[in-house]
């Protein structure tokens, strides 16, 4: 093997080794789904306080179902809520959060927006959206720190 094909191979694995870590779920990129687009890195502040908090890995609902990223978009609307415990059974509990928006890199405050950074149980998702641009990421954080394992960060996409 020359020099140029051993470099095209090192720089093919670094490639596909790149993307199916930055992608949240390699299966949704190669299905088509938009899943991948909207996840974020959730920015965990890990405590031992929450560490055995039972959180599924979606925990978040629009109107009382599970959020379905492919169907989540800037035009989504619905009571947003964020849940303790199995998300599509009645053994879950409603927990407080507060939600804010940040665009490039930087948390928006318009002014005048009673909004962000409130106390919610529940939420209409097209109330926040009012003010969020394309690209946003819409920050979800619970209020108690051991429920950290819920915060979600989603990137906002037409």
């Not at 992608?23 to 031992?48: P, T, V």
């Amino acid at each position: 093997m020359n020099k140029f094909m051993k470099v095209g191979a090192l720089l093919l694995v670094f490639l596909s080794v790149s993307l199916a870590s930055n992608a949240q779920d390699w299966d949704s990129i190669i299905k088509g789904d938009k899943a991948w687009l909207i996840k974020r890195d959730n920015e965990m502040e890990r405590n031992e306080l929450g560490k055995d908090e039972p959180f599924y890995t979606n925990p978040i609902l629009i109107n009382e179902k599970p959020l379905d990223y492919n169907d989540f978009n800037l035009r989504s609307h619905g009571k947003l809520t964020v849940v303790r415990g199995n998300p599509e059974s009645g053994d879950r509990t409603e927990i407080p959060f507060t939600v804010s928006l940040r665009r490039n890199g930087v948390i928006v405050y318009p002014s005048s927006v009673p909004l962000f950074d409130k106390q919610f149980y529940v939420v209409e998702i097209s109330e926040i959206f009012k003010y969020a641009r394309v690209n946003d990421e819409l920050i979800i954080r619970p209020v108690k720190k051991e429920h950290y394992k819920a915060k979600k960060i989603l990137n906002l996409i037409p």
